[in-house]
Every structure is written in C-alpha cells, then in structure tokens.
C-alpha cells in the first residue's frame, strides 16, 4: 500500500518537476561563458578553501566596509544612505554606484533603494543639458557639489545596477528599477552637444568618454571599458540599440588589446580613443590607482561571455608575470607602462607614496580567473591572507582599497555574477 501511495505522490510531483526544470532552463542562454553555462568559477574553493570559509571571508569583507568602524557607507534618515570616499571627504558616483552593484549582487535590498535616492536625490540633473546625468562628486557634510559635471563611469554603473536591481527583485517595490536606467539611456541618446554636453559614450567612436562634457567627450579611462556592461545593456535595457551596445563591447574588447602593453600589460591611466597615452601636463601616462580596476573588469567580460579568451588569457598571464617579476609580495602600485617607476607619483589622499596596495592585490588576484593553468593561484593565496587594515605607516583607504577588496573576493568566489530575471 506505502508504494502505491508513494507512486501518485510521484505521479503528482511531476508537473511541478518539469516546470522546476524549464525555470532551470530558461536561465540559460546560448553562447561561451558563465552566462551560457550558469557556472561561475569559484577560484578560492578550487584553491583548497571550504564554502563556509568563503562566506564568511565575503561577508566579513562587506562587514568591514559597510557596517564596521571603518565604514565607508553612511545611513541618512529612514530612506536614503551614501558611499564616502572617507580620504577625499566627498562622496562620488563612482562609489555610490559601486556600492549599489555590491548590494543586488549579494541581494541587499535595502542598501542598494537607500543609495539609489540619495544619488537620484542630491546628485542626478533633473533639467538643463545635463539632464539625466549626475553630478560626479559632491560634500555630504555641506552637501555642496564639487562639480556639476559627470563622470562616464557612474553613468555606465548606475545603468547596470539599476538593470540588475529590476531583473532580482522587480519594478513593483516602490522603485522602478527598469525606468531609472532607462531614464538615464534615454536621456544620453537626446544629448546632441548643447551647452557641451554630450552622450557619455562616444557615439561616433563607440567608446565611452572620459566625460560627456567638453574636450573630454573625445578621449577615454580604460578602467572604464567594462564589455560585460555593454553585453547587458544588449540584453535588458529594450531601447532599440541593442546592436550599438553589441559593437560598444566588440570595440572595447579591441580598445583594451591596443591600450595594453604587449610586453608588461600595463595600461596608461588615461589615453586616446586608439589607446596611445594621454598626457596631462606634468603628469604623465602611467599605471595608477585607475587602473588597477583593468584587470578585474576583463576578468568579468572572460568569465560572463568568453568571447576574447585567447587575448584575454595571454593578457593575464603577461599581466601576472610582469607584478611577479617585482615580487608578488611586493610588488607597488605605480608603473610607466613598461614597468619602471614614474617620475610623477599621484597622491592618494594627500599621500604621496608607493606602497604594496590591497586595491591592486586584489585586482591582480581576479586576473587569475583567466589564468588555465595551477599558477592561477599564486595571487588568489595572497588575497585570501590580506587584510582591509591600516598600512605598516598608518595610511588607511577603507573605500577605494576596500571596494576592490571586496569586487575581488566577490568574482574570486563566484559571487559576482550576471543578473538574469528572476522566473519565479
């Protein structure tokens, strides 16, 4: 009788087994990449690491930088909260952003709305050229803006985030998610240079600029070329420009072979849409604090798409050789592009001095996800025993160290990951 009934329960169970598994397979899309598969590498697992320890090493990160003594993510009333860049004494779209994608990564609601008006509140144009754009950095103690100008990046950020946020948790939850971003789409698509003010991707290079105003709409960051983003937009933004958005990310992915060195990898902080340096007066080209971002952002167009994986691997590998050469636990933070010290040294909150810096290990370590062979985990050991803390001299940077701090152990663990809608 027990196996009879076990039998209609059975019976019973499988429409809802069927339909579990057409949920399962309508996250799937086709092409190479996690994207494709659903599988993100988990690096620090592969490396010996138990899944608890990974959590916890995850969670104690985004602990440190958004709730700890050193936070860098402040609460304002019952609604709103801000990112700070604690050293500089502003708050930047670059980091409000950045903590809006940490929050719908690891499904953190609240944070992600409470960030999102603020920078909608007190930083987002809502008339004039630069309507829909954002004021790039502002005081939040006198809350006066630094500049009414944006930077791209917050721009490329914002519209991510904000797709991701509509695609995890709906349009339907006192925020329209999926209007924001389009709301900052279509407003760059209506810029035709009044005022100077243009579209924050060059429309005629298919490059995003380094800002949409001014002489700066015609040159670029290569910390800002992110091919995934593009590969997103394409998929969820539904404003028509989907093919733009395709060849925005073909055209960066060609961008970063040309910016970075064939020999050290190393790429110049700022440069031309050709991705020969820019110099800006005494100081020169080089690889610094922006740039350290380069690493992890192809790491996440690798792992995401696959489509350059050939360059991309031998990049990584060129990449890690060259920091080894210097000694990986060593090596400093501010290169000439191939690999000698420069003689400009940019200042870091004041700070005028090359250190082994956490924001750069970090970085360094994502790379290794392109990396085939059992190296790949001779900078992932490194970051796993670093530590958010103050340095041997005392300078402390919760913010821009800890971001990529926590950015890295995200991708290194699998966490970071592309958003697709959620079917149930």
């Known amino acids: 009788m027990k196996k009879i009934v076990l039998l209609y329960v059975m019976i019973a169970l499988l429409p809802a087994l069927a339909n579990s598994q057409n949920r399962k397979a309508s996250k799937k899309m086709p092409g190479k990449g996690a994207v494709a598969s659903g599988i993100y590498p988990d690096l620090f697992h592969e490396a010996g690491y138990s899944k608890d320890d990974i959590s916890s090493k995850v969670a104690k990160?985004?602990?440190d930088v958004f709730e700890?003594?050193?936070?860098?993510?402040?609460?304002?009333?019952?609604?709103?909260?801000?990112?700070?860049?604690?050293?500089?004494?502003?708050?930047?779209?670059?980091?409000?952003?950045?903590?809006m994608m940490i929050a719908v990564q690891l499904n953190k609601k609240d944070v992600f709305d409470r960030i999102w008006r603020w920078s909608k509140k007190y930083l987002q144009h809502q008339d004039g050229p630069s309507d829909g754009y954002f004021a790039w950095s502002i005081n939040p103690q006198t809350m006066k803006r630094n500049s009414e100008g944006s930077a791209s990046d917050g721009e490329l950020y914002y519209v991510t985030d904000l797709l991701f946020a509509s695609n995890r948790w709906g349009n339907n939850t006192g925020i329209n998610y999926y209007g924001e971003a389009r709301r900052i789409l279509d407003a760059m698509w209506k810029k035709e240079g009044a005022a100077n003010v243009h579209p924050f991707i060059n429309i005629a290079a298919k490059q995003i600029s380094f800002v949409p105003e001014g002489g700066g709409y015609e040159w670029t960051d290569p910390s800002?070329?992110?091919?995934?983003?593009?590969?997103?937009?394409?998929?969820?933004?539904?404003?028509?420009?989907?093919?733009?958005?395709?060849?925005?990310?073909?055209?960066a992915r060609v961008f970063l072979h040309r910016a970075c060195d064939p020999v050290t990898a190393l790429n110049p902080d700022n440069t031309h849409f050709n991705g020969k340096a820019l110099s800006w007066g005494r100081m020169q080209p080089a690889f610094r604090f922006d740039s350290w971002r380069v690493p992890m952002n192809i790491a996440m167009d690798y792992v995401w798409f696959g489509k350059d994986k050939k360059w991309q691997q031998d990049y990584a590998r060129r990449f890690q050789n060259f920091l080894t050469s210097k000694g990986i636990n060593d090596f400093e933070d501010q290169f000439n592009t191939d690999g000698s010290t420069p003689a400009f040294i940019l200042p870091a909150g004041g700070v005028k001095k090359l250190r082994h810096s956490l924001g750069l290990v970090a970085t360094s370590a994502a790379a290794s996800l392109m990396i085939a062979d059992n190296t790949k985990y001779d900078f992932v050991r490194p970051l796993w025993k670093a530590k958010l803390e103050p340095y041997a001299d005392g300078y402390f940077d919760p913010y821009y160290d800890g971001l990529l701090y926590l950015f890295s152990l995200m991708h290194l663990s699998g966490k970071y990951q592309l958003i697709q809608p959620q079917t149930n």
Request: hydrophobic letters at 30%; glycine letters at 8%.
């Open 61 to 63: 990160a985004y602990h």
């Open 68 to 99: 700890g003594p050193n936070k860098v993510y402040f609460e304002v009333g019952d609604s709103m909260a801000y990112v700070s860049d604690v050293k500089n004494h502003d708050a930047r779209t670059e980091g409000l952003s950045y903590g």
């Open 224 to 251: 800002y070329h992110l091919p995934a983003f593009y590969e997103v937009w394409a998929l969820y933004a539904k404003d028509g420009h989907e093919q733009f958005y395709r060849d925005c990310a073909d055209t």
